[in-house]
């Protein structure tokens, strides 16, 4: 299976600061990556697939890059909605694997 | 509008068998494009992917859970079902269905609300 790791597993941030969060992948995944926004005690909801296409409707300060291993994921302007655990998700290989998730606060 | 329900019981005893089913609507398990998933997530950990289904019947199944899950469908009555045998109580989780919506690009939109399982005697 391949394995996800991101970094870091949280982090306080003001509002309107740059976000940036990395996953990394065991090994090569291509741009098979996706990327989930969870609140809490709600279901996750995809916010970027194939590492850099926003999904309709998302807000455009969520952005991600990368492929091969390492990928990011990046918040523009950090609002206070955007308070949440953020999961990386790779898809190159079955099984489907998630990583550990990113916990972003406000400071 | 695209939305998935997940339907089950709240408690299940230890080497019980767990029934899960996902009632889906606004579109059809008949769509040779879509699938549906089962992600489940124990509190306060992360997201583990489970198993999915193709409106051509083709399963796929977590490594480390294979020998406990079956997936199936009833594309009639628009649901998805998964059991999962001999639960335990590390098997305490939300468990999520979700669409994938294109065979082959294996994304999960949109999920429904989860249904929170505790394994407990």
């Known amino acids: 299976d391949i394995q996800m790791t991101q970094s870091p597993s949280s982090l306080s941030a003001s509002v309107g600061d740059r976000v940036t969060i990395t996953c990394q992948a065991s090994?090569?995944?291509?741009?098979?990556l996706n990327w989930y926004q969870q609140k809490p005690g709600k279901a996750p909801k995809l916010l970027i697939y194939d590492a850099s296409n926003l999904e309709t409707g998302v807000p455009s300060r969520f952005s991600g890059s990368g492929s091969g291993t390492d990928f990011t994921f990046t918040i523009s302007s950090l609002q206070p909605e955007d308070i949440a655990t953020y999961y990386c998700?790779?898809?190159?290989?079955?099984?489907?694997?998630f990583g550990p998730g990113t916990k972003v606060d406000i400071k | 509008q695209v939305t998935l329900k997940e339907s089950g019981p709240v408690l299940v005893k230890p080497t019980e068998t767990l029934t899960l089913t996902c009632t889906v609507s606004g579109f059809s398990l008949s769509n040779a494009r879509m699938g549906v998933s089962w992600i489940r997530q124990p509190p306060g950990k992360a997201l583990e992917w489970l198993a999915h289904?193709?409106?051509?019947?083709?399963?796929s199944y977590s490594t480390s859970l294979k020998s406990r899950l079956t997936i199936s469908k009833d594309t009639s009555k628009s649901q998805v079902v998964l059991t999962m045998t001999n639960m335990d109580p590390v098997d305490t989780a939300t468990y999520y269905c979700a669409r994938i919506p294109r065979v082959g690009y294996y994304w999960f939109d949109p999920w429904g609300q989860g249904t929170l399982v505790t394994v407990s005697s």
């Open positions: 289904i193709f409106s051509n019947d083709e399963k």
């Open positions: 090994q090569d995944i291509s741009n098979y």
């Open positions: 998700q790779q898809y190159d290989n079955l099984p489907i694997t």
